[in-house]
């Protein structure tokens, strides 16, 4: 039987859910692919590391995770994330560690080095396929390794496979959506009039608003899911830094009664297209649009991409009310590619 073995860094909520799913599904891997997969390198921000060549206990790791904030064990290790990539025996990295949008580091430089090493690398967060990806791209053609990113737009959903392996030959020459669940919440929300305050901290208790929601109120984890999009999908080589921003601080209650009186509803929308020029330019905003229209309907934490090609016209994904394990799944699926490989 063949072995996987995987570093991951970063074990919060998709890590530990991750954790789990594999718990769950190790023996129809075994059984549906003769793989046996494991976990030897873990690296965190506050939980410590842990190192076991030959497969760290998973199953105690998330309930130190979870129920004591801290692991224990004999594979503590003193080395440094970095140190463990840069040193530790493993097949694939699992990167999941914390987003940076204004720079996509430290994870876009674990994705370096992981490929720099010949190993395959799979990312569940935005910021290195916003800021870097043709160069992560042609690095891992180079070393012919996998280099995995479905969980960074839509959790789990299908978004990228989907043109990769049912569109071919189709060109892809618009992207609309909505890809920031928090921010949709809210504006539903404040529609059905409840208080700013009182969305927030049910937002929190649900578990997707942040303690310090600004990235998603004023636009920036859209600019980053709509670069990423359109960097992959119509290789744009843009930065979120050139998308067009604008994020919901600055509507108010009346501003969404104005537009229910028109008949509309007010949606942070990403657009994705090309300009006269040939070159590919991207938005985000809050806009004014019917109640008639697809995206109208799109409620709660739901999310939404449109994808229009020249062969295909447009097709649409929706991602109903995702949890957790739909991030999870993401990036088990991307693990499975790389099995198949």
């Known amino acids: ?6 570093a991951l860094m970063g074990f919060g909520n998709v890590g530990q859910a991750f954790g789990k799913m594999l718990l769950e599904k190790t023996g129809e891997i075994q059984e549906q692919y003769g793989t046996d997969v494991k976990i030897t390198a873990l690296a965190t921000a506050t939980r410590g590391n842990l190192y076991n060549p030959g497969g760290i206990d998973i199953a105690r790791a998330v309930e130190d995770a979870s ?17 463990l990539l840069e040193s530790a025996e493993y097949d694939c990295l699992m990167e999941l560690s914390p987003l940076d949008i204004f720079s996509g580091q430290p994870a876009t430089d674990h994705i370096k ?27 891992a053609e180079q070393k012919n390794v996998g280099f995995y990113y479905e969980t960074v737009v839509m959790d789990g959903t299908p978004v990228f496979n989907l ?11 618009e992207i609309k959506g909505i890809l920031n669940s928090t921010t949709n919440f809210i504006l ?18 649900m578990g997707f608003i942040e303690a310090d929601p600004a990235m998603d ?15 992959v999908l119509m290789d744009a080589g843009i930065t979120p830094d050139q998308v067009r921003r604008k994020g919901i601080e600055d509507i108010t209650i009346e501003d969404i009664r104005a537009a229910a009186s028109r008949g509309n509803v007010i949606k942070l929308l990403c657009r994705g297209s090309i300009d006269e020029n040939g070159s590919v ?22 999310s939404i991409v449109s994808i229009t090609t020249d062969l295909m016209k447009t097709v649409s994904v ?3 009310e995702p949890e957790i394990e739909q991030t999870a799944y993401g990036v088990f699926g991307d693990m499975l590619r790389v099995i198949e490989r």
């Open 188 to 205: 539903e929300e404040m529609e059905k009039g409840f208080d700013m305050d009182d969305i927030m901290a049910r937002g929190r208790q």
């Open 163 to 173: 043109v990769e392996h049912t569109l071919k030959m189709t060109k892809v020459n």
């Open 217 to 231: 109120i004023e636009g920036y984890d859209a600019a980053g899911k709509v670069t990423a999009l359109l960097n």
């Open 1 to 6: 039987m063949k072995t996987l073995r995987l």
């Open 281 to 302: 330019i991207a938005e985000v905003g809050p806009e004014e649009i019917p109640r008639t229209d697809m995206l109208a309907s799109v409620n709660s934490t739901t």
């Open 67 to 83: 129920e004591r904030g801290r692991f224990s064990g004999s594979d503590i290790t003193e080395l440094s994330g970095m140190e």
């Open 113 to 139: 080095t992981a490929i720099g090493r010949g190993k395959h690398a799979i990312t569940a967060n935005k910021g290195p396929v916003a800021w870097c990806f043709s160069e992560l791209r042609d690095m």
């Open 318 to 320: 929706v991602e109903h």
